[in-house]
């Protein structure tokens, strides 16, 4: 049963940082690609971030190149979203994936963590 859990959410203030965290099960980890989707009220779901298998490349939205930074652990089936210099722009539900692939609906989702920032 394939199982991606993230935490790590919360309410901060601007300019503030969190790291977000994934724990994946169920799946061949390693031939996997992981990405960070958010949902914020009124605005459409977005790709934040994708780190292909093996941590091969990375890719991140505009609105946070420089800022955010993910990452994966093999040896822990975790993946990370470290998010810096937030804004209250970055506030929605953060959604952890997993897919062969990058890619715009990947087939697996966590159950999101919800991520604040107050001015």
């Known amino acids: 049963q394939v199982q991606l859990v993230e935490s790590g959410g919360g309410l901060v203030q601007a300019g503030g940082s969190l790291r977000l965290s994934c724990a994946a099960s169920g799946f061949p980890f390693d031939n996997y690609a992981i990405a960070w989707f958010r949902q914020a009220p009124g605005k459409e779901r977005e790709e934040v971030s994708c780190?292909?298998?093996?941590?091969?490349?990375?890719h991140y939205a505009d609105s946070v190149k420089g800022r955010f930074t993910i990452s994966r652990d093999s040896a822990t089936k975790m993946a990370y979203l470290q998010m810096n210099i937030l804004n209250p722009e970055d506030t929605g539900i953060y959604y952890c994936t997993a897919d062969h692939t990058c890619r715009e609906n990947p087939r697996y989702w966590g159950p999101g963590t919800q991520v604040t920032v107050s001015s």
């Open positions: 780190i292909t298998h093996r941590g091969g490349s990375t």
